[in-house]
Nanobody, 122 residues
Framework: QVKPVESGGGSVQAGGSLRLSCAAS????????MTWYRQAPVKERQFVSS???????SYADSVKGRFTISQDDVQNTVYLQMNNLKPEDTAMYYC????????????????WGQGTQVTISS
């Protein structure tokens, strides 16, 4: 069973930094991609950043230039370095692991972590 586990959340002042981690293993054919989402109270969950097995990255416009996603293939861990944090970054951050469907690729099942809280004070 694949169970992503997030860590690294916390409370910092605006302008500060945090690094989130997400460890996940267990995909039968390897991990296809790992994605960070966030959800603020009374708001919908929104995409933050993703990285695929080839290292290709994608970012939401609201975090470009401030957040950096990276991965450690050996540890099956993805990191989200968040700099110059703003109060509007306050949210629960979730990690999603997308397994490969086969040895030939393709997107398989998604697995979600429980989330880690990030709170930014002004």
């Amino acid at each position: 069973q694949v169970k992503p586990v997030e860590s690294g959340g916390g409370s910092v002042q605006a302008g500060g930094s945090l690094r989130l981690s997400c460890a996940a293993s267990g995909c039968s054919y390897g991990t296809g991609a790992m994605t960070w989402y966030r959800q603020a109270p009374v708001k919908e969950r929104q995409f933050v950043s993703s990285i695929d097995r080839d290292g290709r990255t994608s970012y939401a416009d609201s975090v470009k230039g401030r957040f950096t996603i990276s991965q450690d293939d050996v540890q099956n861990t993805v990191y989200l370095q968040m700099n110059n944090l703003k109060p509007e970054d306050t949210a629960m951050y979730y990690c999603k692991t997308t397994c490969r469907r086969s040895w030939f690729g393709g997107a398989g099942a998604d697995y979600w972590g429980q989330g880690t809280q990030v709170t930014i004070s002004s």
